[in-house]
């Protein structure tokens, strides 16, 4: 067995995470309402889903460890099963099962297996170890270590990516929703916003992106910017591509903690809240939405 290499860094405090510090909002904000965030060898990665940690058991999309592995990932309808095959070693995971096929053992994973937004969710830890990589959980800074076999893939070079949509299809093709459970909430709620990109067409689309990044969340008021998702973050400095499969919709979640991009509690009034999927193309991809902020009771 090769040198274990360092892979994957996961650590708490929304998307999907990084070695940047903490803002004062973010230090404030309880454990309990962040997101996990993933750092791929020492860089920050964006799932299209946020990791969910379920009764103390992180789980992330399936697509994100095979990925990380540099595995084949093959989805079998029929028994709603997922296979990663990875340097002759197999796990087989199934929509709704708590127990995981790995070689020919039997895993339980203590959490099921789930499908949230269309994406299938796994326990990080235990499909981790399944493949012999080495997991160190770190509480105070809510961060999970995993070693693994291997060093990771090397960013794929612009001539290595498949070419990307053309603007005029995406313009056709795509469409994006912001949403927010409601439009009025107290001073100092937490407020979770989510985008939604859709590829309506019957054609696969590929978004590309400069960077690791995929999307932000943007709060203004009177057209000032007031707080800004991707403030402070860390991305992966390499083109990278976000695919659509047709009618294939991805869902982004975050929250925001009702203060400004200082940590101060921004005062009741009335904000815009957008939503961007953040491709190199100059077409926008982007929603917007009111809320109220209202004095505390």
Same mark, same amino acid.
């Given at each position: 067995?090769?040198? +274990?290499?360092? +892979? ?17 909002? @973010? ?52 028994g709603?099963e997922?296979?990663?095959d990875?340097?002759?070693?197999r796990?087989?995971?199934?929509a709704?099962?708590?127990t ?12 099921? &297996? @789930? ?8 326990p ?35 001539? #290595? ?11 056709q093709?795509? #469409? ?5 459970? @409601? ?8 407020? #979770? ?25 943007? +709060? ?5 910017? &007031? ?13 990278? @591509?976000?695919? *659509? *499969? ?7 979640? +975050? ?10 509690? &921004? ?5 815009? *809240? ?10 926008? *991809? ?12």
């Open positions: 067995m090769r040198a +274990v290499s360092w +892979v994957l860094i996961l650590a708490a405090a929304t998307w999907i995470a990084s070695a940047a510090a903490e803002t004062p909002s @973010q230090a404030r904000a309880p454990a309990s309402q962040n997101p996990p965030r993933l750092v791929v060898n020492g860089r920050m990665v964006q799932t299209d889903i946020a990791p969910r940690i379920i009764q103390g058991t992180t789980l992330v999309p399936i697509r994100f460890i095979a990925q990380a592995l540099g595995a084949n990932l093959t989805w079998q309808p029929a709603r997922a296979v990663i990875y340097e002759g070693q796990v087989v995971v199934q709704g099962a708590e995981l096929v790995a070689g020919n053992r039997s895993i339980r994973t203590h959490v099921p &297996v @789930q499908v949230i937004q269309g994406r299938t969710m796994v990080l830890r235990v499909v981790a170890e399944a493949f012999g990589a080495d997991v160190r959980w770190d509480p105070q800074a809510r961060t999970i270590y995993i070693r693994t076999v291997d060093q990771p893939a090397a960013p794929a070079s612009p001539q #290595e990516l498949p070419q990307p949509t053309p603007a005029a299809q995406i313009q093709s795509v #469409e994006v929703g912001l949403s927010t459970p @409601q439009t009025e909430y107290p001073a100092g709620a937490p407020i #979770e916003l989510t985008l939604s990109i859709r590829n309506t067409g019957d054609e696969t689309v590929r978004l590309q992106m400069r960077t690791g990044q995929l999307f932000d969340f943007i +709060v203004q008021r009177d057209g000032q910017e &007031v707080w800004r998702w991707s403030q402070g973050r860390a991305f992966t400095q390499a083109l990278t @591509q976000l695919v *659509l *499969l047709p009618n294939e919709m991805r869902g982004f979640t +975050v929250r925001w903690d009702g203060t400004d991009n200082s940590g101060a509690r &921004v005062p009741p009034g009335t904000y815009t *809240l957008i939503g961007r999927v953040t491709h190199a193309l100059e077409v926008p *991809l982007q929603d917007t939405r009111e809320i109220r902020i209202t004095a505390a009771p």
